[in-house]
Structure formats: structure tokens, C-alpha cells
């Protein structure tokens, strides 16, 4: 497998620089923040792996049967000898994987470019891919945009784009929307779209899926601190804090939130600034919005895509939409 690190290439510095300013922002706001994108450093990203796999997170299970069963169909509904399939946020890439071999099933050769913010994921998806003479893949650990307009510049070909996982939820929907404006830009008109959009359910399920019994969301939500201490210097005592996940059915999306525990004042080192929490004090660093199939629909309209298909799981948990870029949209 082939590696492209823009952020050691290009701006490290701005990477970290990046992370400096969000916490800056996010915590001397008024409702203090931190963005969810922090929470895949190496250690996020291998707790994500196994959060992913926990029997209470039906998520990533209940999408791997859908693209089990997808995979037989997209490479014959996107006729082509040559694929370039780009996923973003890949994560370690095994339920791609699925993907990726149905094409190879149907006689195409695949070239695969994972891209990720984590270089830890990208490890672990290279594990998770096999050798084939009609695959190639070229990881490239980067942010969504700085990826893709980086693969734009190497290759012409068809291409398929992965956006799974759910992870368009952690996107409000003007967030949604430009995103999807933005991806379109940046593609042409028989290019494909693969988005994993997680649905409305009972609050119960969710709660359970945000929440799980052996406690490996709250060290995921947790970990944010002790990146903050080994990459700003911060100052921050976890046992002070405390992770809280629910289901908010106002904003239907889950959030999740640190919540300190007492009334305190924490200094960060590179930012040569104290922080004050009140006792009870949240800070957001996650929503997760939950979609229905209208929604879905009004998102691929509104954003110059047309829906192809949608492929869902015997609970209707989940939804995997296949979209085409539709560039009359822009006329319209
Ligand atoms: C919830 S995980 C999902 C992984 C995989 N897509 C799946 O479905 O299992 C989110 C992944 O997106 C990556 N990610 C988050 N924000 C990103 C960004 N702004 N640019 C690139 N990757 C990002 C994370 O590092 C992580 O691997």
C-alpha cells in the first residue's frame, strides 16, 4: 500500500496549530466545545475499532450486512472496467473491503484511496486489505477536502466515493449541506456517492449503542483530555470528569459531553491560558444526528445528487444511499 501523509508533507505544524486554535475556541466560548474530528489521535482510533465491534453498538454491524448485500449489486449499477474508490474517514476500512472485492468479482480493477485524518486507521486498514493484481490502494492521511482535492490532481478515472459509518452525522444540516456542495464540486457527472446516513429509532437503542457496557465510549470521550495534556501541555485530571451520553430528541442527535465535576481552573501549557469550569460544567464534543429516509432524500435533492438507491437492513436501522452527481442541478 502506497501512504501519502499530507500532514507531515504539508503542514504539520498547521495540523497542530489547527488543534491549538479549536481548543482555544472551543473552551473560552461561552457553552465550551471541542470538535469531534480530536478524538482519532493513535490510541481514539483503536478504541473506535473496538467500540465498532461491541455487541451494544449496532451500528457498524448493522451496516456491514448492508454492504454485504450491496456489493452485489453497485458494481453491476456503476458498469465500469476501472474504479477509483475513494473513501473518507475509512476508519480500518473492512467494511470497504466488501466493496472493493465486489468489484474485483465483476472483472474491475480497483483503485482504492483511503483517505483519514488518522495515520493509526490508516495502519490498521492495511491490515485489513489483500493483495490482488487488479487493486491498487493509496492511503492518504489528510482531512476530507485537503484528500480529495490532492487525488484530484492524480487521477481521471470513474469514482465511487465512500462517506460510511455515519459519519455525515456529525454534521447539523447546513454543515450537511455544504459538505455535500463541496464533495459535488469536486466531482464529475458519472461519479458515484456511498453515504451511510444512521436513522430515527427508539431512544433506548441509541442510548445503549452511545453508552456501552464495558465502557469504551467513555475512555473514547475521555481520551480527548489526555490528548490535550500530551499535546498542548494541558493540565486536566480525567477522575475530575465525567462522560455523558443521551439521546436529545429536540435536535434528534445524540450528544456526547465531558462534564467537569467540580469547580476548577485548568492551565494549558501552549496556550499559556487557565481555563475555568464551574462544577457540572459540559463541554460538547460530539453530536451524532439521526436521519429519515425523506431527509436523506431532501439532502441528495437539494445538493446536486440523484438517488439511486437506497439499501437498508432488516430493522431499518441503517441506511447506505447510492447517489449519482447530477451537474444539471446547478442550472435548475
Ligand atoms: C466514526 S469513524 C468511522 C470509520 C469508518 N468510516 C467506519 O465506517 O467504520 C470516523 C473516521 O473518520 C476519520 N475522520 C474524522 N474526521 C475527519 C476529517 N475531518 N478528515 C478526515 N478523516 C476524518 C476518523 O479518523 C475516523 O477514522
Request: proline content about 2%.
Amino acid at each position: 500500500m502506497k501512504l501519502t501523509n499530507l500532514l507531515v508533507t504539508n503542514n504539520l505544524n498547521e495540523h497542530s496549530e489547527a488543534f491549538a486554535i479549536d481548543v482555544l475556541t472551543g473552551l473560552s466560548a461561552q457553552k465550551k466545545s471541542i470538535p469531534a474530528q480530536y478524538f482519532y489521535d493513535d490510541i481514539g482510533s483503536e478504541l473506535f475499532q473496538k467500540i465498532s465491534q461491541h455487541p451494544d453498538y449496532y451500528l457498524t454491524k448493522t451496516e456491514f450486512s448492508i454492504i454485504e448485500k450491496a456489493a452485489l449489486h453497485i458494481p453491476k449499477m456503476i458498469q465500469s472496467s476501472e474504479i477509483d474508490i475513494i473513501e473518507l474517514g475509512a476508519g480500518d476500512g473492512h467494511k470497504s473491503k466488501l466493496l472493493i472485492d465486489g468489484f474485483l468479482n465483476n472483472g474491475c480493477k480497483v483503485n482504492f484511496y483511503p483517505i483519514d485524518i488518522s495515520e493509526k486507521a490508516m495502519q490498521l486498514l492495511g491490515e485489513n486489505l489483500s493483495i490482488d493484481t487488479n487493486l491498487a490502494i493509496h492511503g492518504v492521511v489528510a482531512d476530507y477536502f485537503s484528500g480529495l482535492n490532492y487525488l484530484k490532481k492524480i487521477s481521471n478515472n470513474k469514482k465511487l466515493v465512500l462517506f460510511l459509518g455515519s459519519n455525515i452525522g456529525n454534521f447539523n444540516q447546513q454543515q450537511s449541506g455544504d459538505f455535500l456542495k463541496k464533495l459535488w464540486l469536486t466531482l464529475n457527472q458519472s461519479d458515484h456517492l456511498l453515504i451511510g446516513y444512521d436513522l430515527k429509532k427508539e431512544a433506548h437503542t441509541l442510548n445503549k449503542a452511545y453508552n456501552d457496557s464495558d465502557g469504551l465510549t467513555k475512555a473514547f470521550n475521555m481520551n480527548l483530555l489526555n490528548r490535550m495534556n500530551q499535546e498542548l501541555g494541558g493540565h486536566f485530571d480525567p477522575a475530575k470528569f465525567e462522560h455523558y451520553g443521551f439521546y436529545n430528541p429536540t435536535i434528534e442527535a445524540m450528544e456526547s459531553h465531558l462534564i467537569s465535576l467540580e469547580k476548577q481552573d485548568i492551565y494549558i501549557d501552549s496556550l499559556e491560558k487557565s481555563f475555568h469550569f464551574d462544577a457540572f460544567e459540559p463541554v460538547h464534543l460530539e453530536s451524532s444526528y439521526k436521519f429519515t429516509v425523506a431527509e436523506i432524500n431532501n439532502l441528495a435533492t437539494h445538493n446536486g445528487f440523484k438517488v439511486v438507491q437506497h439499501f437498508s437492513d432488516v430493522n431499518d436501522y441503517f441506511i447506505d444511499s447510492l447517489w449519482q452527481v447530477h451537474k444539471d442541478f446547478a442550472a435548475e
